[in-house]
Nanobody, 126 residues
């Protein structure tokens, strides 16, 4: 099992940036893929994007390309989400997740992930 803890959430103004972190511990050698999701109250969990351990390549939901960037530090078992030009629509809880799956087509589904963090709240408000 992998234990994930997010941090870095907070309140920012529109147009500002925020960087989220996710610290992993436990059986981290099984984390071939890590990803970010987000979930607003009363809504389904929404895919943000994954990043692969071996290649370091990341992928994003279409509406987030160019605005969000995912990176990871395999040595320290950290995952990051850099969010730029934030808008009120980005207000929600962001969670990290890990998976042993490397099939990109299945990684958009939260069912492909075995471990989840508790989430961190991001609020964009003027």
């Amino acid at each position: 099992q992998v234990h994930l803890v997010e941090s870095g959430g907070g309140i920012v103004q529109p147009g500002e940036s925020l960087r989220l972190s996710c610290a992993a511990s436990g059986r981290t050698s099984r984390q071939d893929t890590m990803a970010w999701f987000r979930q607003a109250p009363g809504k389904e969990r929404e895919f943000v994007g994954p990043i692969f351990r071996n290649t370091g390549r990341s992928y994003y939901a279409d509406d987030l390309k160019g605005r969000f960037a995912i990176s990871r530090d395999n040595v320290n078992n950290m995952l990051f989400l850099q969010m730029d030009s934030l808008a009120s629509k980005h207000t929600t809880v962001y969670s990290c997740a890990s998976s042993s799956t490397i099939e990109l087509s299945s990684l958009r589904s939260n069912l492909s992930y075995t471990d989840w963090g508790q989430g961190t709240q991001v609020t964009v408000s003027s």
